[in-house]
């Protein structure tokens, strides 16, 4: 069987299904081992009956829809500034090499920075709300996508690359000016490459939240962590992780979607132009 087969592949529907054996098994010793509180303390591992008798609980008492819909609204703005920061100013320090001489290494060097520790910074200077708390988390996804912007314009650009330096090549044969090539070739490309790099940051991002929402606990679900954890509330804090990994999954998918519309050349599909021109 190709499911016990060294570097065998399996079908959609297999996988489908043994992902879901998976899950019930997981969840079935997670029960066993938690059923008499002996073997793994509540305080440390709380029973999975408890962690869904939780959810009730937060909704009703805790605000949960409100404090879901913060966090969500925190993470799309702070996508939102990184994004228009970041892309522009990427690809002006990649395009040029008196731009990338003189800041690409300083730009890229911020990538060691610990981002938990200039969160004072942002206080100090914005305050502790809202704007404070989206800027700190596109500070921390500004420092991994920019150098990542100017990468994927030097790989386009290194003779090395042939499968993509060709389309460089064949647009200044054609002697297209500038804008044309920005326009039709490295626009393109850059943004098709760092919208996988966008999505693949989805699960980083979501701890920069944690830790924006902590510094004042005026919503979300970070905030809400926090608070149990202090509270001892060991199977309330299980939930509210297991409500983040589940809003990460679904905006993980509907990015993912979304990259298929946007650049579909990249899935070897037609674009939506193409579709309507037919």
């Known amino acids: 069987m190709e499911l016990f087969k060294m570097g065998g592949t399996i079908t959609h529907k297999q996988a489908l299904a043994t992902g879901i054996i998976g899950a019930v098994v997981l969840l079935l010793l997670w029960y066993l081992?938690?059923?008499?509180?002996?073997?793994?303390?509540?305080?440390?591992?709380?029973?999975?009956?408890?962690?869904?008798?939780?959810?009730?609980?937060?909704?009703?008492?805790?605000?949960?829809?409100?404090?879901?819909?913060?966090?969500?609204?925190?993470?799309?703005?702070?996508?939102?500034?990184?994004?228009?920061?970041?892309?522009?100013?990427?690809?002006?320090?990649?395009?040029f090499p008196v731009t990338k001489a003189l800041f690409g290494k300083y730009f890229d060097a911020l990538r060691y920075l610990p981002i938990p520790a200039v969160s004072g910074i942002f206080i100090a200077a914005i305050g502790i709300g809202f704007e404070m708390k989206a800027s700190f988390l596109a500070?921390?996804?500004i420092i991994y996508i920019l150098p990542v912007v100017v990468q994927r314009v030097s790989e386009l650009q290194n003779p090395a690359n042939?499968?993509?330096?060709?389309?460089?090549?064949?647009?200044?044969?054609?002697?297209?000016?500038?804008?044309?090539?920005?326009?039709?070739?490295?626009?393109?490309?850059?943004?098709?490459?760092?919208?996988?790099?966008?999505?693949?940051?989805?699960?980083?991002?979501?701890?920069?939240?944690?830790?924006?929402?902590?510094?004042?606990?005026?919503?979300?679900?970070?905030?809400?962590?926090?608070?149990?954890?202090?509270?001892?509330r060991t199977a309330e804090v299980y939930a509210l992780l297991f409500l983040i990994i589940a809003?990460?999954?679904?905006?993980?998918?509907?990015?993912?979607?979304?990259?298929?519309?946007?650049?579909?050349?990249?899935y070897n599909k037609p674009s939506i132009k193409s579709k309507i021109m037919k």
């Open 247 to 266: 809003i990460g999954i679904f905006q993980d998918v509907l990015l993912k979607k979304l990259d298929v519309i946007l650049f579909p050349s990249k």
């Open 162 to 232: 042939d499968k993509d330096y060709v389309y460089l090549q064949t647009i200044s044969t054609l002697g297209a000016t500038n804008w044309q090539k920005f326009r039709y070739v490295y626009f393109p490309y850059v943004m098709q490459r760092v919208s996988t790099d966008v999505i693949n940051l989805t699960a980083i991002s979501y701890t920069y939240i944690v830790i924006a929402e902590t510094l004042n606990k005026e919503g979300g679900i970070g905030a809400l962590i926090n608070i149990m954890s202090r509270q001892s």
């Open 139 to 141: 500070f921390g996804i």
């Open 33 to 95: 081992v938690t059923m008499s509180g002996e073997i793994i303390r509540p305080q440390i591992l709380p029973n999975p009956v408890n962690v869904l008798k939780a959810y009730p609980d937060l909704i009703s008492n805790s605000a949960l829809f409100t404090n879901t819909w913060y966090t969500i609204k925190l993470n799309l703005m702070g996508y939102f500034y990184a994004l228009i920061i970041a892309i522009p100013l990427g690809l002006i320090i990649g395009l």
